[in-house]
């Protein structure tokens, strides 16, 4: 069997230039060239060869529900979630508390925002 590794993750957006805007300034994700092709799909470096595409799609609607998100992790959660602080950006643990942390059973810290499109994004500190 083939042996496989992340590569991107793909999200239709409303307008591409307020997710940009958003994912550059609340995790500094620099903006790579698309080399798949010249539409206005632009892509985002998250580090370590992956990277986040936005496809704009200005008239579909987009449905969210919260079991539905990506996770990225990081070594200092606590300075993250003062970040999100002070970018007023609400955040909750898995079941809503607003501008509340979860500690999982594992001992694994996490908390859970949104995107401008609904999109919804684990923080955790779960770095191997």
């Known amino acids: 069997m083939s042996s496989f590794s992340f590569n991107h993750i793909a999200l239709s957006v409303?307008?591409?230039?307020?997710?940009?805007?958003?994912?550059q300034k609340v995790f500094q994700f620099k903006e790579i060239k698309n080399t798949a092709s010249n539409s206005k799909t632009r892509w985002l470096s998250i580090g370590e060869g992956k990277q986040l595409h936005l496809i704009p799609r200005p008239d579909f609607e987009i449905k969210v529900n919260k079991a539905v998100h990506f996770a990225l992790s990081t070594v200092n959660i606590d300075s993250?979630?003062?970040?999100?602080?002070?970018?007023?950006i609400d955040?909750?643990?898995?079941?809503g508390s607003q501008n509340k942390d979860y500690v999982r059973k594992d001992g694994i810290k996490q908390v859970y925002f949104q995107d401008p499109n609904g999109y919804w994004i684990e923080i955790n500190d779960d770095i191997k």
């Open 14 to 23: 409303k307008d591409v230039d307020t997710s940009i805007d958003f994912y």
């Open 91 to 95: 955040y909750s643990d898995w079941i």
């Open 80 to 88: 993250f979630v003062v970040h999100l602080k002070e970018l007023k």
